[in-house]
Each structure stands twice: as structure tokens, then as C-alpha cells.
């Protein structure tokens, strides 16, 4: 009955070692990313007047995980499927109508989408809030997930460069 008790305790003290074991071993993967990752390579512009924002790594790690949950699966890597002239490098998105390289311009982008051209409205094609009821995963976005996933798309040129908006090809 002892060796059965000790062997127990011994089997969770083992247990125990190994989660925390792993516990520290994520909070020093959190912080490596942060190191990675500049202060210059997350700040973004917000607007159109020029004002910017520096997004803190968790934005940066939340934007990436909607984006790849909502969004790759036509923008992959900054490509577009769907009209593979329109990407999302920083460019392609400063000379749409109206402007789409800022938070804000993305944001809006997401609320109402328009052609790049601005003249007709995309709602019935690309996912917005407009019309949820199409894309029900904009059901679940709030205001605050939108401009994670704009911060994303607009820090994610910076920080891989010209593999961006172009997918494999450009690999």
C-alpha cells in the first residue's frame, strides 16, 4: 500500500515538473517573439492625416490568428485569389479609391468593400459587416478584431518583406 502511495506521488511530482516545465519554456518562446519583432516593424499608420499606431505584440499575434482564420484562405500571404491584380501590399492598398493603407481605410474596407476603384460595392462578394448574414464570421468580429487584422495586413509587409502580396511565386 506504501509503495503504491509513493509511486503515485512520484508519477504527479513528475507531472507537475513537466508542466511547469512547459509553462516556462511558452514564456520564454512570448518573449523571443517579442525581441523579434521591432517597435518600428509593428507601428502602422491609423489614418489618412498621418497619425500612427504601434501595435503591441498581442495585437500583432491576435490580428495574425484572424487573418489566417477568416481572411488566408483567399489572402493568402497577402495574395488575392479571387483577383490576383488586387493584393495587399502596402501599395496595391495605398492607391485603391478610397486610400486602404491605413487602419482606418482597411476598417472601412471591412465595413463597406467597394471595388478598387471605389465605384461599386463588393458586399455580395467579399465578406463586411454590411452583410454578415453572407459571411457569418463577420457576425462574431468586433470593431477592436478589425483593426487587429488591418494592424496585421498593414505590419506584415514590413516584417517579411516582398514574400507578401505575392504569395509562392514571389518565394
Same mark, same amino acid.
Given at each position: 500500500?506504501?509503495?503504491?502511495?509513493?509511486?503515485?506521488?512520484?508519477?504527479?511530482?513528475?507531472? *507537475?515538473?513537466?508542466?511547469?516545465?512547459?509553462?516556462?519554456?511558452?514564456?520564454?518562446?512570448?518573449?523571443?517573439?517579442? #525581441? !523579434?519583432?521591432?517597435?518600428?516593424?509593428?507601428?502602422?499608420?491609423?489614418?489618412?492625416?498621418?497619425?500612427?499606431?504601434?501595435?503591441?505584440?498581442?495585437? $500583432?499575434?491576435? @490580428?495574425?490568428?484572424?487573418?489566417?482564420?477568416?481572411?488566408?484562405?483567399?489572402?493568402?500571404?497577402?495574395?488575392?485569389?479571387?483577383?490576383?491584380?488586387?493584393?495587399?501590399?502596402?501599395?496595391?492598398?495605398?492607391?485603391?479609391?478610397? &486610400?486602404? !493603407?491605413?487602419?482606418? =481605410?482597411?476598417?472601412? *474596407?471591412?465595413?463597406? &468593400?467597394?471595388? *478598387?476603384?471605389?465605384?461599386?460595392?463588393?458586399?455580395?462578394?467579399?465578406?463586411?459587416?454590411?452583410?454578415?448574414? $453572407?459571411?457569418?464570421?463577420?457576425?462574431?468580429?468586433?470593431?477592436?478584431?478589425?483593426?487587429?487584422?488591418? =494592424?496585421?495586413?498593414?505590419?506584415?509587409?514590413?516584417? #517579411?518583406?516582398?514574400?507578401? =502580396?505575392? @504569395?509562392? &511565386?514571389?518565394?
Amino acid at each position: 500500500m506504501l509503495k503504491t502511495i509513493r509511486k503515485f506521488f512520484v508519477q504527479a511530482l513528475l507531472l *507537475y515538473v513537466v508542466l511547469v516545465g512547459c509553462m516556462i519554456v511558452f514564456s520564454f518562446m512570448n518573449s523571443a517573439l517579442a #525581441v !523579434d519583432i521591432e517597435e518600428s516593424l509593428r507601428t502602422v499608420p491609423l489614418n489618412d492625416a498621418g497619425e500612427q499606431v504601434t501595435l503591441s505584440i498581442e495585437q $500583432l499575434a491576435s @490580428g495574425q490568428r484572424k487573418f489566417n482564420q477568416s481572411c488566408a484562405q483567399c489572402h493568402l500571404d497577402g495574395g488575392s485569389k479571387t483577383n490576383p491584380d488586387v493584393d495587399l501590399t502596402t501599395q496595391t492598398l495605398a492607391n485603391a479609391t478610397p &486610400p486602404r !493603407d491605413s487602419i482606418e =481605410g482597411l476598417v472601412n *474596407y471591412l465595413m463597406e &468593400p467597394t471595388t *478598387y476603384d471605389g465605384m461599386q460595392s463588393l458586399a455580395e462578394f467579399h465578406p463586411s459587416k454590411i452583410k454578415a448574414e $453572407l459571411f457569418p464570421i463577420m457576425k462574431n468580429f468586433t470593431q477592436e478584431d478589425l483593426q487587429v487584422i488591418a =494592424g496585421y495586413i498593414l505590419a506584415e509587409p514590413k516584417i #517579411v518583406g516582398s514574400q507578401w =502580396g505575392g @504569395g509562392k &511565386p514571389k518565394r
